[in-house]
Structure formats: structure tokens, C-alpha cells
């Protein structure tokens, strides 16, 4: 009972980088707010900081083949470009693998932005 | 309300207004409630962030609107697309990416250096609807001494404010000293407070907290270390008897008309939590949360007109009492040094 | 205003079918461009009396310790101006142009729910006055927008539940306008306007609608919980019983933020639709623009935090939103440089509309700089609450969405009444607002820094702040004068002035298709589309969608009707019948404003009496004015394109309505469910077992009965859905009979548990967040078993078999949604108190 329209290649790869980088955040901030509230422990902090930085790269490394997989399928070439505005299923699809593109890229830069407190910030208070 | 019972402070505007009104941004004015004042290191590093964010603002503000009416009036011609390219991706994309992340980390270092400082001394701050409890603590964490609305700090000490409410959301903030902590029920938060200057100066509740907001006012007086000394143990003492026949007079009125269920004066039957301790009311500079200065025609009119300068205040209005005895209960309150 | 006597019969037909009702009956019109028109005139009204409210605040500060009005009024006063222009003007703009223009950009006669448009519409009259009318009588919220428990939980007299039951009734309101928006952008487009090719509004309208799904349902969770501690002590925000303030603040601000970007985007995307016509070219970086939507979009949830630098959180959290309220300036700033390169690559010609776009970017630009400075947390701890914030939030929204609204109004008035505004008073508007505005708060960045926090209603003389709120309040006024020479221009009458000619500006897109004046059918025929600027690049469109030539030519039925397409490709799949004008959801409207009205005066009998004739309205609303069954399968819809009249299913929009729907709704359940792990997060002394006396047999009985009813709901439409024996009408009403039994009994069980356990909901926030999870998923259980009789009915009716099983098709929908919020709920309250 999914919606069939939407389980069509371009808008769910569109959605990828955004979830990803949404479960991030849920992540980040979820377990440093009860991290913070629960235990008062420095080395539980520093724990939770390397789970964080890991759980980074991995959430980093992922977005980056959703950008990865949509250039390769015609996102970023210049020729493809031209083909935006065209009124054929080729246009559609490489306009959505270029958004796609674009979207990852922009929720990579999020995400790494986002983690930068992981790396800077090594108290609760 | 309509009387100016406000004493101007160290900011007569527009006297010290700069050449222009742009200028004003950069060298904004000395006032006792004013950020440009920087009295403490947390407000003289956020001022010099301010700076340098305020000049970031000014050069893109005036790049951008420069670049619209340059495309729209100076050469409303076609530029070629090529340009307009490099012009989203550089312009748009890369500096901005790279300024903002700048920007980012040097905002996230100054965080974690205004929180979590080490300090010397343990003040506790209670916000109440509308006005300020400060109990002085020792390192078992009794109180030492309790003022109200006034308190002091010793320049170049760190100290921790622990920051509480008796009821509703309030914020504490003195400008020159440092940024804003709220107090929220159940929560102890902390701010460590450090002067670089001594002097006044005046800080506001900054949240909401409900019909008085406007007037919650206190005062931080920054004094070198024996100033500071021989003002907290004058402050832990009791309260010196009244000393001419009037404040006599004023204290029995104090006691009789029920003030001391309210409001505590040390060392006489006087001794209610709800109200702002008065042991050394004449000590301060001000009344009624920094909102009049401290003389007795003020405290007259506060003591018969509670309820209308101040909409929502607990404190009962006292018009009922005549006026010698005002006057006696102001003589009293007066001599409480 | 519309002459039929030149018309072929074809066209006749059509423009009968379309007309407007007369007379009284005119308010029972449910067409998009009257509706929508309301809609507009409604939120500029209310626009209007906010900015009332501002002039009377600006009086008061004009002079230090002043007594034009006193505490109570000022703070009722600031209260009710930050609500009006939050709910009661920015988002219902946004939909109120949206609902007018979109069905036009796109070519449609009509949004696919014309009577939901309508029924939104008159709940936002309804409860907006309600909320507005109550300074009035002195009873207005006086805690500020943001209402704070617990001064807000505490305080006697009605104002904080007419703001939480009036507003929450009107962000019903919102949501049904996003359900309607989002179909609209995504099944309601021409054939052949791929996803490629549809006009930037519609992406933005897309982003918005999805944004209002994401950011209004947890403010309603937050007012549930609110106004169960306010109406039955319910501890949520109490700290000695377990409750926190914080997390009304949480919940508040993941709506607050958000709702900063849903008023924006909207009144971006007008820009988007100006410039390119000013500047004579199309748009530069439709796909910059695109990610910059919906990079928007996603990030401005990750930063509602930013409002509560000053509460104490972790360093960290502050970090992170810190981090993400700078990030999300990136995409801002590629929607800003696009625009500015469509002007570089474009020729430019100087308009009216493009000095409103001026006036919008500078002032916004400075807004968002602003933004950038209280992005970063140790220069946020100096200004916030102080009138540095006020200056920066006036920047940005009435840069980003007041400059855009005039320009867009400038633009399009003659495509919305025929007729053009006065550019010369134009000029005039746009220096007295311009100048005005400048003039009132670029000071006020400046009072901030001097000290001066927000919300006071005096101030002391002395501190530096008293020629600077002086000022302000001069240039309030000089904004009031730029504002009623606007308001006198759009309400003058103009009978005698020339009707405008036909795309006055050149433009490209659809909505331009409209003739002078306006007839009510939107377009004449549907035409196919192939490029982004139609109007510019499909040379003789124009005259083949007047003659006809296009699709949907006539209305030979004598029903309305609009053309359905597909997601992607925009390939017409459907010619589908929508609600023409009715008085239904204005009954449904007035009872559902009764529920919440009632409430909240405490006359608990009379809200529920009217709660129960607002779902009877409703349901006969379904009832009688959807899922008809056609007279015929089938319609040629021209050009030889032969479509289906009645889908089912993900083909048909009712489905696509009642996923998005529960979509909303899921969101809402979410937020309880952060509830319950916020409280588990701030309570670590709490004996959690406690709540393991819940038992297991009560909610096992629950689950079985509810779930039961799920699978065979799912059964049964399955089953009607696959057979080809003649009857199976019957054996399927049988099974939703004893679904419909399964699930009465599964909520008897779901509430027998915490029951028979004793939990008292008013003596500590855990027993208080069960009851409540509890009791919402045994609520929707009720409504789902309503919805199960409905089908019953249909069944014996005729209005559902096995040919027509659209509303068997939403039902099971709804119960797969129900069937999770059970289980998340069982998960929550029965399994985690026993794990942790």
C-alpha cells in the first residue's frame, strides 16, 4: 500500500540525503540531551562523543554515495543539464538526479556543520 | 507613573551621539544597562564579536543591495549566463559555505569558554514576580547573607550565580556583565559573573514573567576586593535599631501593620520569606526593583501606591496608613543602613 | 460581469456549471478564486487590526513611563499582535494566495477538495475572530505568543484558552489547506507539465505544505497537553509533579521555527514568479531554486532550539543549533544570488512590482544578516528577548513576506479581479512603507544593544532608549499612512476604470491565461503544456485554449470538473469530479468553531453537543458530496483522451488526502511520544516500574481487539477488491461488522487498563502521559469505527461494491495508520516501562 508514484526512482533518492541527515540530527541531539540529563560523567560524555564522530562519519559516508549514485546517473554532466527543461521522461529524470545531487550535497555540508560541536565541545554545561 | 522619578545614568543621549546615526552601531553608548559598556569579560568578548559580526553584515548588506540596483538600473542589460554561473556558485555557494563555517566554529569555542568557568564564590539569584531574591553562599552552601534587588560583585573574581525562580519563567541579565540565563522552575541554572570595571550597573529580568515584567529591575554594584569585603559582612549583620524617635515610631508601625509577615528585617521580630529582605534597605541605591531611587518621598509613594506603579505586584497597597505614619514607616526603612 | 450571450453552447454549458451562486446563497460558494479571494481579504483584514494593535503598543513607548494604556492592556495587546500576524495573517496569506493562484499556474479548474478549501476557510474566520474579538471584552491572552508555562498554566481568566482552543482550531484549519495545497501541486497539474516543468510556486507551495505537516502537528500536541493541565490539572508542565516547562518550549518552537520558514518561502516563491518576468528571461537556476526550497525546508527544523540559548540545554545542543541555524543561511543565499543573476542575465524593465522586490530584498537581506549575528549563541545571549530580536524578526518577515505579499498583490491583481492598481499611488506606498519602516525599527536593533528587553510596557527614562523608541514610533505611523493609501487603492471602487488588458506584464506561465475579467471556469480548456513558460514558448496556446481546442472543454454532465495527473510525468489519468458550491462546510465549519468555543468557556455538554453535530455535518458532507458514483465510467475529455471518472485507491486524490492527512496526524502522536520520553530524560528518580502495574492483559486484550479489527479491515477490502463473485457486498459488511465490534471492545480494554491500575492522571506527569497516550489511540480507534459504519452503510447503499471501493480503500488507509499509533503507544506505555 505505498503510494506507486513515489516509489519511482526520483523523488525517494531526492528524500535520501535529507533523511539521513535528519537521522543524524535526531540522533546527535536525542542522545546528547539524555546523556547530559542522565550522567553527569565526563567519560561518558567522551564516549558519546567518539559514538557521535563514528555515527558521523557513517551518516557522511552515506550521503555521500546517494550524491555519488545520482551523478553517475546523469546528475552533473553539463549535457544533461541542457536537458532540464525538456517536456521527455529523459528531462524529468535528469533534472531529479540533479536536484538529487544537489540536495545530497547540501545536506553533506548540514550534517557536517551540524557536527561540529562533537568535535568542539567537551562539557555538558 | 507619569512623574520622572528615574535618575538618569551615565548615557545622556543623544549628548553623545556620534556623527552620524551609523556610527552609532560601532560606538553605541556607556549606559548602565548597555551591552557597549563591557564591564565583564563575557560582555567585552561579546562585544568584540559583535564587531566583527556587525562589520560581516555591513560589507554583504551593501555588496548585495549594491548588485541589485546595478542589475536593475545602473546596466539593466544582459550579462552573460555564463557570469551569472560563477556569480551562484562563488557568491552564493562557496564564500558563504565557508564564511558560515567560520563563523560556526568561532561561536561554538566563545560557547564553551563563557560556560562551565571556574569561580570563587556561590551566589544564589531567585527570580520572583517582579523582583530579585541574592543569598550570599559559603562553601557548605549556607547563606551568609541575603539582600534583594541590589547586590555586589568584587572586580576581577569570577562569581557563580545560581539561578533559580519561586514561580514563574524570569531571565537574568546585566548587560555590561554578561548575557542572559533563564530560571525555570524545577532547573538550577548557572552563570559566572567576572568584572573587569567596577561601578553600577543595571540589569532587567528579560523574560516574560508576567503583568510587572517591565518594571523587574536590579542593580550590580562592582567594588574592588575590600570594598566588596566590608560590604558583605555589613550585609550579613542584623539591622541596627532605629535610632531617632521617628523610625521608632516607623518600626512599630513596621510591626504592627503586619510588613514583618512578608518581609524580614534581621535581628527584630520581622522575619516573613515572601517579600525582598530589608535588614539593609538603606543601603541600596534604589527601590522596588531598581525602578525609583532610594529616598523616603519614593518610598512613601511605593508604600501608597503599591499596586498601581507596579499592576500584579504581591505587596499589598498600604493607602490605609496616615500619613505621619508613612512617614514614620518611611523614616524606619530609611534608617535600615 | 460575465456575458454568456457570445458564447458557443459548449462553453454556455461551462460557464453555467461554474457560476457562482447568487445572492444570500453566494457564501456558499466553494470555488477556488472566491474562496481564495475571501481567504485574502479575511487575513488582510486581520493584517489591518494587528497593525492597530502595533500603533496603540507604539503610543504607549513612544515616551518613557507612559499611561495611554495600562500593563494589562499592553501586554494583552502585544500578546494578540504577535498571534494575528503569526496565525491569523502570514500562513492564511500564504494559503489564501495559494488557493487563488495555484489551480491557475496550473492550468486547473478547481483545487481537487473545493468544500475543504471552503470549511478551512470559515473555521479561520470563525476562530480568528473569536481569538481577535476578545481584547474587546478585555479577556485577551496576555502571555505573549510563545505563552510560557507556567505563568500561562497559572493564570486565571480565559485569555490563555481562547488562544489554545482558538488556535488550534484555526491550525486545523492550516492542515487542511496543506492536504488540499499538496495534492493540488501533485495530481492536479496540465498534462505533460512534468515535474521539470512546473511553475517555482508550485515547488514552494510543495516544500510549504510538507513543512505544515512536519511543524503545526507538534503545536497541537503542545496545546493538548496545555489545556489538559489548564482544564483537569493535569501535571504535563508541572514541575513538582513531574511535568517541565521546557518541553511546551520544545514543542513550541519545533512548531515556532518552522512557521518563520512557512510564512517566507511562500512570498519567495512570488518573487520567483516576478522577477523572471521583469527581467524578460526565465528564471536563472530553476534547480538552485529547487534545492534551495526544499533545503529550506528540511533544515529549519533542526534549529528550533535557537530560541532557547538562554534555558540551560548542553553546550552541545546549543552547538548543534547554532551550527544548523547558520547552515540553513546557505540555501537562502543561493534563492538570493539566483534571483539576483535572473536580473544580471536578464534585461530589466522597472515596474511597479519590481520596486516592492527591491524593498524586499534589501530589507530582507539585512534581516537575515541579523539572523546570522543571533545565530551564533554568545552574541544570542546578549540580545535575545531585547528589541535587537524584535528589529531582526521584523526585518525578515516584513522584508521576505510583506514586500513580497505587496508585490505579488501588485502583480497579480489583475489576474485576480481584471482590473490593474494605481502605479502612481504605488510609488507613494512603497516610500511610506519603505522609509516608515526603516525609520521604526532599524533604531530598534540599537535599543537592544542599549538594554532594552522585549514585552515591557514601560521603561525607565535615563538608560539611553528614549529618543530611539521615539523614533519608532514615528515611523509606525509613517508605515500606517504607506498602509491605508494601499488598503484605499485595493477597496476604492474601480467599476469605472478600464479592465486591464490580457497579461498585462508578458508574463510565461498559466495563471496569465485568464481573460479580463476573470470567468469563473479558470480556463477555458485545459491545455497541454511543454515548457516552462507557455505562454512565451507555445506560440497560439492562448487561442487554442479559448476556442476550446484543448482538453476539458465542456461540461456536458453538468458536474464540475478537473483534470487528475500523475506525479511525475503529469500524464492525465483521471477526469475527476469535485464539490461545487454548498453550504455543508459552512455547517461543519460553525460546529466544529462551537467544539473549541464551548471549551473554552468550560461548557464541556454544549461543546460536546456541537462536536457531534460538526462530525454529522461532516460525515454527511462525505456523504452526499464525495465519491458519487458517475453515470457513466468514462468521459471523453478531448483531443481524444478518453479518462476514468471514479479512481480508488493511490490512484484516486482521497486517498492521497487521507494519507497525507494521517501524516499530520502521526506527526502529532510523535510529539506525545517525545513527551513521554522528555519527562523519562528529566525524571531519573522517578520509580519507573510504577507504570509496569499497567499489567499485561489489558493491552494484550486491546491489541487483540484493535488489531483484529485492523486485519480484518484489510481482509475485507482486500477481499472485495480481488473477487469476482456477485454478493461479496454482503460477506464484506459482515467482516467490517465484526471489525467494527473488535475494535469497541479493544478500546474498552485500552482504557480498563490504566483504570483497574488506579493511575491518577492529576498526581504525577508519567500516569497523566499514559492516560493520555492511551486515550488518544482509543480515540482514533472510536473515529476509525465510525468510519468502518460509514462503509457499512455504503455497502448497503450501493455507494460502495466491489466496482466503486474508494472509501473502503481510505478506511484501511486510516486503520494501517491507526494500527501503528497502537502499537508505538502499547510499545511506550506498556513494553519501555518494564525495559528501562
Given at each position: 500500500m505505498m503510494p506507486v508514484n513515489l516509489m519511482e526512482y526520483g523523488l525517494w533518492r531526492l528524500l535520501a540525503g535529507p533523511a539521513l541527515a535528519a537521522l543524524h540530527f535526531v540522533v546527535s541531539y536525542g542522545a546528547t540531551g539524555i546523556f547530559c540529563e542522565r550522567s553527569d560523567n565526563a567519560d561518558a560524555l567522551l564516549t558519546l562523543r567518539y559514538g557521535l564522530g563514528a555515527f558521523t562519519l557513517v551518516i557522511l559516508a552515506l550521503i555521500a554515495l546517494v550524491t555519488l549514485l545520482a551523478w553517475q546517473q546523469g546528475g552533473f554532466l553539463q549535457k544533461a543539464q541542457d536537458r532540464?527543461?525538456?517536456?521527455s521522461a529523459e528531462g524529468r529524470h535528469a533534472f531529479l538526479a540533479h536536484i538529487t545531487v544537489l540536495i545530497s550535497a547540501l545536506s553533506f555540508v548540514g550534517v557536517a556543520m551540524i557536527s561540529l560541536p562533537i568535535l568542539l565541545v567537551g562539557s555538558c554545561s | 507613573m507619569a512623574e520622572k522619578d528615574w535618575q538618569p545614568g551615565e548615557c545622556p543621549l543623544p549628548g553623545c551621539l556620534p556623527a552620524t546615526f551609523w556610527l552609532l552601531f560601532l560606538s553605541g553608548c556607556a549606559g548602565?544597562?548597555?551591552?557597549?559598556?563591557?564591564?565583564g569579560v563575557e560582555a567585552a568578548s561579546t562585544l568584540t564579536l559583535y564587531y566583527w559580526l556587525f562589520a560581516c553584515v555591513i560589507v554583504v548588506w551593501l555588496l548585495l543591495a549594491g548588485i541589485f540596483v546595478y542589475a536593475t538600473r545602473v546596466r539593466p542589460k544582459i550579462h552573460s549566463e555564463k557570469g551569472a554561473s560563477i556569480f551562484v556558485i562563488v557568491g552564493g555557494i562557496v564564500l558563504p559555505t565557508l564564511a558560515l563555517t567560520v563563523i560556526a566554529i568561532v561561536g561554538i569555542i566563545l560557547m564553551t569558554q563563557h560556560r562551565g568557568q571556574e569561580a570563587v564564590r556561590d551566589i544564589r539569584v531567585t527570580g520572583e514576580q517582579y523582583w530579585w531574591r541574592f543569598e550570599y553562599l559559603d562553601h557548605e552552601g549556607k547563606v551568609i547573607a541575603e539582600t534583594a534587588n541590589e547586590f555586589a560583585l568584587p572586580v576581577a573574581e569570577a562569581s557563580r550565580m545560581h539561578l533559580i525562580t519561586a514561580d514563574v519563567i524570569h531571565s537574568f541579565w546585566v548587560p555590561a556583565l554578561a548575557g542572559k540565563v533563564d530560571m525555570i522552575p524545577g532547573r538550577i541554572n548557572e552563570l559566572v559573573l567576572e568584572p573587569i570595571r567596577t561601578g553600577r550597573y543595571r540589569g532587567q529580568c528579560?523574560?516574560?514573567?508576567?503583568?510587572?515584567h517591565a518594571l523587574m529591575g536590579l542593580v550590580a554594584k562592582v567594588k574592588n576586593s575590600e570594598d566588596f569585603q566590608r560590604w558583605l559582612s555589613a550585609q550579613a549583620d542584623d539591622a541596627r535599631p532605629p535610632a531617632t524617635p521617628l523610625s521608632v515610631r516607623g518600626q512599630q508601625v513596621f510591626l504592627q501593620s503586619g510588613c514583618g509577615a512578608c518581609h524580614a528585617v534581621r535581628?527584630?521580630?520581622?522575619?516573613?520569606?515572601?517579600?525582598?529582605?530589608?535588614?539593609?534597605?538603606?543601603?541600596?541605591?534604589?527601590i522596588a526593583a531598581a525602578t525609583f531611587a532610594n529616598d523616603q518621598d519614593k518610598i512613601r509613594r511605593w508604600l501608597a501606591h503599591t499596586g498601581q506603579i507596579k499592576?500584579?505586584?504581591q505587596m499589598p497597597t498600604f493607602?490605609?496608613?496616615?500619613d505621619t505614619e508613612l512617614a514614620a514607616l518611611a523614616a524606619y526603612l530609611g534608617d535600615l543602613q | 460581469m460575465t456575458d454568456a450571450s457570445n458564447l458557443d453552447p459548449e462553453a454556455r454549458q461551462l460557464l453555467k456549471v461554474w457560476s457562482r451562486p447568487k445572492g444570500?446563497?453566494?457564501?456558499?460558494a466553494v470555488n477556488n478564486s472566491e474562496v481564495g479571494r475571501w481567504y485574502a481579504a479575511a487575513a488582510f483584514i486581520f493584517l489591518l487590526f494587528a497593525g492597530v494593535l502595533a500603533l496603540l503598543m507604539r503610543i504607549q513607548l513612544a515616551?518613557?513611563?507612559?499611561?495611554?494604556?495600562s500593563a494589562d492592556t499592553y501586554n494583552q495587546l502585544f500578546t494578540l499582535h504577535g498571534s494575528i500576524m503569526m496565525f491569523l495573517f502570514a500562513v492564511p496569506m500564504f494559503e489564501a494566495i495559494s488557493i487563488m493562484l495555484l489551480p491557475e499556474m496550473l492550468g486547473?479548474?478547481?483545487?481537487?477538495?473545493p468544500r475543504l478549501s471552503a470549511y478551512g476557510f470559515w473555521c479561520f474566520v470563525i476562530g480568528g475572530v473569536f481569538v481577535s474579538g476578545s481584547i474587546f471584552f478585555d479577556v485577551?491572552?496576555?502571555?505573549?505568543?510563545?505563552?510560557?508555562?507556567?505563568l500561562t498554566t497559572q493564570q486565571s481568566g480565559l485569555g490563555a484558552d481562547i488562544w489554545l482552543l482558538g488556535l488550534s482550531f484555526i491550525e486545523i484549519a492550516s492542515i487542511a489547506a496543506a492536504v488540499e495545497l499538496i495534492i493540488g501541486v501533485l495530481k492536479?497539474?496540465?498534462?505533460?507539465?512534468r515535474i521539470n516543468l512546473i511553475p517555482l510556486y508550485a515547488w514552494y507551495v510543495l516544500v510549504v505544505g510538507v513543512m505544515i505537516l512536519f511543524a503545526f502537528p507538534p503545536l497541537i500536541a503542545g496545546d493538548l497537553l496545555f489545556e489538559m493541565e489548564r482544564?483537569?490539572?493535569?501535571?504535563?508542565?508541572?514541575v513538582s509533579r513531574g511535568g517541565d516547562p521546557l518541553l511546551w518550549q520544545h514543542l513550541f518552537w519545533i512548531f515556532g521555527h518552522p512557521e518563520v520558514y512557512i510564512i517566507f518561502l511562500p512570498t519567495i516563491a512570488i518573487l520567483a514568479m516576478v522577477i523572471p518576468t521583469f527581467a524578460q528571461?526565465?528564471?536563472?537556476g530553476y534547480n538552485w531554486i529547487v534545492l534551495s526550497a526544499i533545503g529550506t525546508g528540511f533544515l529549519s527544523?533542526?534549529?528550533?532550539?535557537h530560541h532557547m540559548f538562554?534555558?540551560?540545554?548542553p553546550a552541545a545542543s546549543q552547538g548543534y543549533a547554532s551550527a544548523a541555524s547558520l547552515a540553513v543561511a546557505i540555501p537562502t543565499g543561493i534563492q538570493l544570488f539566483a534571483f539576483l543573476a535572473t536580473l544580471l542575465a536578464g534585461k530589466v524593465i522597472l515596474r511597479l512590482p519590481m520596486l516592492f522586490v527591491f524593498g524586499s530584498v534589501a530589507i530582507f537581506v539585512l534581516g537575515g544578516l541579523t539572523g546570522i549575528m543571533v545565530a551564533v549563541a554568545p552574541f544570542d545571549w546578549q540580545v535575545h528577548d531585547t528589541y535587537f530580536v524584535v528589529a531582526h524578526l521584523h526585518y525578515t518577515i516584513i522584508g521576505g513576506m510583506g514586500f513580497s505579499v505587496i508585490a505579488g498583490i501588485y502583480y497579480f491583481y489583475p489576474a485576480i479581479t481584471g482590473r490593474a492598481l494605481n502605479e502612481r499611488w504605488g510609488l507613494w506606498v512603497f516610500w511610506l512603507i519603505f522609509i516608515g519602516f526603516n525609520i521604526t525599527f532599524l533604531p530598534m536593533h540599537l535599543t537592544g544593544l542599549l538594554g532594552m528587553p522585549r514585552r515591557v510596557f514601560t521603561y525607565l527614562p535615563g538608560l539611553g532608549w528614549d529618543w530611539l523608541n521615539m523614533l519608532s514610533t514615528v515611523g509606525a505611523f509613517v508605515i500606517a499612512a504607506g498602509m491605508a493609501l494601499f488598503t484605499l487603492d485595493l477597496i476604492?471602487?474601480?467599476?469605472?476604470h478600464p479592465w486591464s488588458p490580457r497579461n498585462p506584464w508578458n508574463a510565461?506561465?498559466?495563471?496569465?491565461?485568464?481573460e479580463m475579467p476573470g470567468k469563473?471556469?479558470?480556463?477555458r480548456s485545459i491545455p497541454a503544456v511543454t515548457t516552462r513558460y507557455p505562454l512565451l514558448s507555445q506560440p497560439d496556446l492562448m487561442e487554442r485554449v479559448d476556442s476550446g481546442q484543448?482538453?476539458?472543454?465542456?461540461a456536458s454532465e453538468g458536474k464540475r470538473e478537473t483534470l487528475i495527473t500523475t506525479v511525475?510525468?503529469?500524464?492525465?489519468v483521471q477526469c475527476m469530479r469535485v464539490g461545487g458550491p454548498s453550504f455543508l462546510s459552512l455547517w461543519a465549519a460553525v460546529f466544529t468553531g462551537g467544539f473549541f468555543i464551548f471549551a473554552t468557556f468550560s461548557w464541556y455538554w454544549t461543546a460536546f453537543a456541537s462536536g457531534l453535530l460538526a462530525l454529522a455535518s461532516i460525515l454527511t458532507w462525505l456523504w452526499r458530496g464525495t465519491g458519487q458514483i458517475p453515470?457513466?465510467?468514462?468521459?471523453?475529455?478531448?483531443?481524444g483522451l478518453v479518462l476514468p471518472i471514479y479512481a480508488s485507491g493511490h490512484h484516486s486524490c482521497g486517498w492521497w488526502a487521507m494519507f497525507i492527512t494521517m501524516f499530520a496526524d502521526i506527526t502529532a502522536f510523535l510529539s506525545l511520544i517525545f513527551g513521554f520520553f522528555f519527562y523519562w530524560t528529566v525524571n531519573a528518580?522517578?520509580?519507573?516500574?510504577?507504570?509496569?502495574?499497567?499489567?499485561l492483559i489489558w493491552p494484550g486484550l486491546a491489541l487483540a481487539g484493535i488489531g483484529g479489527a485492523w486485519l480484518l479491515t484489510w481482509h475485507a477490502r482486500h477481499a472485495l477488491d480481488t473477487t469476482?463473485?456477485?454478493?461479496q457486498e454482503t460477506a464484506t459488511a459482515l467482516q467490517i461488522g465484526i471489525a467494527a465490534g473488535l475494535a469497541l471492545f479493544g478500546v474498552w480494554a485500552l482504557i480498563m487498563g490504566p483504570a483497574k491500575a488506579g493511575?491518577?492522571?492529576?498526581?504525577?506527569?508519567f500516569p497523566a502521559i499514559t492516560w493520555l497516550l492511551l486515550g488518544w489511540t482509543a480515540l482514533h480507534a472510536l473515529v476509525g469505527v465510525i468510519m468502518l459504519l460509514f462503509c457499512i452503510a455504503g455497502l448497503f447503499s450501493g455507494r460502495l461494491s466491489k466496482h466503486f471501493t474508494a472509501d473502503l480503500h481510505n478506511v484501511t488507509l486510516y486503520w494501517h495508520f491507526l494500527f501503528f499509533t497502537l502499537l508505538v503507544t502499547l510499545l511506550t506505555c506498556v513494553v519501555f516501562p518494564r525495559l528501562a
Open positions: 532540464h527543461t525538456e517536456d | 548602565e544597562q548597555s551591552t557597549y559598556t563591557a564591564a528579560a523574560e516574560f514573567c508576567g503583568a510587572s535581628g527584630t521580630p520581622a522575619n516573613g520569606r515572601l517579600g525582598p529582605d530589608l535588614t539593609h534597605l538603606a543601603s541600596r541605591d534604589r499592576p500584579g505586584v493607602d490605609m496608613l496616615s | 444570500w446563497r453566494a457564501i456558499s515616551v518613557p513611563e507612559n499611561d495611554f494604556v486547473a479548474r478547481d483545487l481537487p477538495f485577551a491572552p496576555r502571555s505573549g505568543w510563545f505563552m510560557y508555562p507556567p492536479c497539474r496540465p498534462p505533460g507539465m482544564a483537569f490539572d493535569w501535571p504535563f508542565f508541572d528571461r526565465e528564471i536563472f527544523f533542526a534549529l528550533w532550539v538562554t534555558v540551560g540545554l476604492r471602487p474601480k467599476s469605472r510565461g506561465t498559466l495563471e496569465w491565461l485568464t469563473p471556469w479558470g480556463v484543448e482538453y476539458l472543454p465542456d511525475l510525468d503529469a500524464r492525465p453515470e457513466k465510467e468514462r468521459k471523453d475529455v478531448g483531443k528518580d522517578y520509580p519507573f516500574a510504577n507504570l509496569a502495574s499497567l499489567g469476482r463473485a456477485a454478493g493511575f491518577d492522571p492529576v498526581a504525577h506527569v
